[in-house]
């Protein structure tokens, strides 16, 4: 698994980037429309307005590529719910861990910094 930078930061360039598939993903914080996007994933990327290369990272669940586009954490991770993936999970996909690995590195006090 490949290492992802460490260094996102979500700045106003990179939120207009990223504004509608935030959009997107904030609204799976409400049950309806998981069921609507759960029934149709490339329709609902649509509805919300995703440009091709938006989407293909959101079907394919590229997370490091959304956050490349401007997806926040924050939003991104109610996509993770759906699919039940915990933080943990994207914390080892955003540093090249398993969820284990990562969870191991928390508990041990995380990343030092020298």
Not at 4 to 28: E, T
Not at 46 to 69: C, H, P, S, V
Request: charged share 25%; net charge neutral.
């Amino acid at each position: 698994m490949p290492k992802a930078q460490d260094n996102y930061v979500l700045d106003l360039s990179a939120s207009r980037r990223g504004y509608a598939i935030n959009r997107m993903c904030g609204s799976l914080a409400d049950e309806e429309n998981r069921r609507r996007f759960s029934e149709d994933e490339a329709a609902y990327c649509d509805a919300y307005g995703l440009n091709a290369e938006q989407k293909k990272a959101i079907l394919q669940r590229n997370w490091t590529q959304m956050l490349d586009l401007g997806a926040s954490i924050f939003y991104a991770f109610k996509l993770a719910v759906v699919d039940k993936k915990s933080m943990q999970y994207l914390g080892g996909v955003f540093t090249g861990m398993s969820a284990e690995e990562f969870t191991a590195a928390m508990l041990s006090g995380g990343r030092k910094f020298g």
